[in-house]
C-alpha cells in the first residue's frame, strides 16, 4: 500500500463528530415536543441521567451522538412545521424587535385580521386605532373559496359583545375566575364574610398560580418555571437570606428647616401589584463579566454603587446601607442608578458592573396577571366589597413571597422575579419621593414599599384615593414649634 492509499484509508475511517445545538437548546426540544428524559434514554440505549447531562454540558460521543444528533435535529424541522408564524416571530425577537417595535413585513392584526406592521406584546396589531378595523368582521389574510350552490347558507352570525382587557378585548361572557371564587366562598359559608375571607385568604397562593396560568395562555413566552439559580441566589443558611441587595428605603430627613411643620404620611396603595409590571428574566439566567448592560436581558448584577451626595433631601436609591464595597443588586436597581447617572438628572455616577446573571426579558410577563387582579381590585373598592378585597390583596402579596425556595408554593421556584418585583416597589416608591420633591415638596421619610411622609401641598401633587395610582392618608403629625416671638 503507498503512503497515498495509506492516507486514502485513514480519510475513509475519519469520522467528523456532529455537530449539536447549544445546551440550552436540547432540553427545551425535547420538553416542547414533551418527550420525557426516560423515553429519550430508552430508545438511545442509555439512561435517563446520561440524557440530563448531555441537558447541562456534557457531550456524547460515537454512534450515539450522531443518533442524539438526529433526534434533535428532527424535533428541529417537527416544530418548525408545526408552527412557522412563531419561526417570524423567533427571527424578529432575536433582530432586537421589543413591543410595538416594526415588523420585517406585515403580519395579520390579532384584533382585525387585516395587515399590520407592528407587533405589541409579540402579537401583531395596529399601534393607531384609527388604522385597526377590530369594529368590523375581520378580513381574511388570503381569499376565502367561494360557496358551492349546493352548500346550504351558513346561519346568520351574532354580533360578539366585547370588554376591554389590558391593551385587548375579549368576550364578555369570559367567565371572572375571582368573581366566581367568591361568590362560591359566600355561598358555602352562607353569606358570613369573615368566614368566607378567610377561606379565600387560605387559598390565595394556588388560586394566584390558576390565574397565572389562565393568563399566560396564548402567551409568546414560554416561562420557566424552575430553573437552576446561581448561588447569590441561593439561601447562605436554612433561616438565612441569599446575597441579593434588594434596596428597601429606610430613610429618615436628618434635619428641617427651623419652624413647625405639618407632615402628612402617605400610603401608596397596592404597591407589590404595582411592581409586577417590572422587566423579569424569562429563562434560566446566564453569566456575564464585564461594564455593559443589555437593556433586552433582566436579572441580579454584581456593581459597586455610586457615591450619594443628596441625602439630606432625597433617599439613597439602594436604600440604608452600612457596608462599603460590591453588591449585587437587582434589575430595578441597577436601571435606577443608570438613570439617574443620565444627562436628564444628573445625580449621581454611573455604577460599575463587575458580572451579572440574566436572561432575555420582558416588561409584560404579568401584565395579562396584574391587570386581571387590578379591576378586580377597582371593582370591588367601587362596590365596598371587602371580601373580594382581601381575597385579591392576599393573591398578589403572597404570590411575591413565596415564589422564592418556599414550601408553599411548589409550582414557581423564581427567586429572581422575587427580588426584582420587590425591588421594584420600592423603585417606584424612591420615584414618588422624587416627584414630591421636585414639585416642591418637603420630603421627611420614606419607608418600606408603601410609606412616604411629606410636608406641603401634597394634593396639588398626588390624587388622594384607594386606585392603584393614587394615595392614601395614614398620618398627620406636627415636627417643631413655632418661632419664639421674644416676648414674656
Request: proline content about 8%.
Amino acid at each position: 500500500m503507498t503512503d497515498f492509499d495509506a492516507i486514502d484509508a485513514l480519510l475513509a475511517e475519519a469520522r467528523q463528530e456532529v455537530p449539536l445545538p447549544p445546551v440550552e437548546e436540547r432540553r427545551a426540544l425535547r420538553e416542547e415536543l414533551n418527550v420525557s428524559r426516560t423515553q429519550l434514554a430508552k430508545v438511545l440505549d442509555v439512561s435517563a441521567s446520561t440524557v440530563g447531562g448531555w441537558e447541562s454540558g456534557r457531550e456524547p460521543s460515537g454512534e450515539v451522538r450522531e443518533k442524539y444528533a438526529y433526534f434533535l435535529e428532527g424535533a428541529r424541522t417537527k416544530l418548525a412545521a408545526a408552527d412557522p408564524v412563531d419561526d417570524v416571530a423567533d427571527v424578529e425577537e432575536e433582530a432586537g424587535l421589543d413591543d410595538g417595535d416594526a415588523l420585517s413585513e406585515p403580519r395579520p392584526c390579532v384584533l382585525c385580521g387585516r395587515p399590520a406592521r407592528h407587533q405589541v406584546e409579540g402579537f401583531p396589531q395596529h399601534l393607531d386605532s384609527a388604522d385597526c378595523a377590530s369594529g368590523e368582521p375581520a378580513r381574511p389574510v388570503s381569499p376565502a373559496p367561494e360557496e358551492t350552490p349546493s352548500r346550504p347558507a351558513a346561519p346568520t352570525a351574532r354580533a360578539v359583545k366585547v370588554v376591554p382587557v389590558g391593551r385587548r378585548v375579549q368576550p364578555a361572557d369570559t367567565p371572572d375566575p375571582i368573581a366566581s371564587a367568591v361568590a362560591a366562598a359566600l355561598d358555602r359559608h352562607s353569606g358570613d364574610v369573615e368566614a368566607a375571607t378567610a377561606a379565600l385568604v387560605k387559598r390565595a397562593i394556588p388560586d394566584a398560580m390558576a390565574l397565572l396560568d389562565d393568563s399566560r395562555k396564548g402567551g409568546r413566552y414560554d416561562v420557566v418555571a424552575h430553573p437552576w439559580l446561581p448561588d447569590v441566589l441561593r439561601k447562605q443558611t436554612a433561616r438565612g437570606a441569599d446575597q441579593i441587595w434588594e434596596a428597601r428605603p429606610k430613610w429618615t430627613r436628618p434635619e428641617l428647616p427651623p419652624g413647625e411643620h405639618e407632615v402628612t404620611a402617605l400610603d401608596v396603595n397596592g404597591a407589590y401589584l404595582s411592581a409586577l409590571k417590572t422587566h423579569l428574566p424569562i429563562g434560566q439566567l446566564e453569566h456575564s463579566t464585564g461594564g455593559d448592560h443589555d437593556r433586552r436581558r433582566a436579572g441580579v448584577h454584581l456593581i459597586t454603587p455610586p457615591d450619594w451626595d443628596h441625602d439630606a433631601y432625597l433617599p439613597n436609591p439602594l436604600g440604608s446601607r452600612d457596608e462599603p464595597g460590591p453588591l449585587w443588586v437587582t434589575e430595578p436597581s441597577l436601571r435606577l442608578l443608570l438613570r439617574l447617572s443620565g444627562p436628564k438628572y444628573g445625580l449621581c455616577d454611573p455604577p460599575e458592573i463587575h458580572e451579572s446573571w440574566t436572561s432575555g426579558a420582558t416588561e409584560n410577563l404579568l401584565e395579562k396577571f396584574r391587570i386581571a387582579l387590578k379591576d378586580a381590585r377597582d371593582r370591588a373598592i367601587a362596590e365596598d366589597d371587602e371580601v373580594t378585597l382581601e381575597y385579591v390583596k392576599a393573591m398578589y402579596s403572597k404570590f411575591v413571597s413565596t415564589m422564592g425556595e418556599s414550601n408553599y408554593n411548589r409550582e414557581l421556584y423564581r427567586a429572581d422575579w422575587m427580588h426584582l418585583i420587590r425591588s421594584q416597589a420600592f423603585v417606584n416608591l424612591w420615584w414618588k419621593a422624587h416627584r414630591a420633591y421636585d414639585e416642591g415638596l418637603t420630603v421627611v421619610r420614606a419607608m418600606g414599599t408603601d410609606e412616604l411622609h411629606v410636608a406641603g401641598d401634597w394634593r396639588a401633587v398626588f390624587a388622594e384615593g384607594r386606585g392603584v395610582t393614587e394615595v392614601k392618608v395614614k398620618d398627620v403629625y406636627t415636627v417643631g414649634t413655632e418661632p419664639s416671638n421674644g416676648s414674656e
